[in-house]
């Protein structure tokens, strides 16, 4: 998820009514879905969530979109 359509490709309006509840019990819109990518990996189906401060990134859907691993270390 990223507030900033410009680092999308692909980016269309999205035409559902779901919206993204924030920690503070807040739902944001979501106003369009496009597809990214980081170096060698892809980001298919990322949602721009305007109301967002941060891009965000769920570990498990990057994973299985990517048919990876992932380990955490605490260094």
């Given at each position: 998820?990223?507030?900033?359509?410009?680092?999308l490709n692909?980016?269309?309006?999205?035409?559902?009514?779901d919206k993204?509840?924030?920690?503070?019990?807040?739902?944001?819109?979501?106003?369009?879905?496009?597809?990214?990518?980081?170096?060698?990996?892809?980001?298919?189906?990322?949602?721009?969530?305007?109301?967002?401060?941060?891009?965000?990134?769920?570990?498990?859907?990057?994973?299985?979109?990517n048919n990876?691993?992932?380990?955490?270390?605490?260094?």
């Amino acid at each position: 998820m990223s507030p900033d359509i410009t680092k999308l490709n692909n980016a269309a309006p999205y035409g559902g009514d779901d919206k993204l509840q924030v920690g503070n019990g807040n739902h944001l819109f979501i106003s369009h879905v496009g597809s990214s990518s980081l170096p060698n990996l892809k980001l298919p189906h990322v949602l721009v969530v305007p109301g967002l401060t941060k891009n965000i990134l769920r570990v498990s859907k990057l994973t299985y979109d990517n048919n990876v691993v992932m380990e955490f270390c605490p260094k």
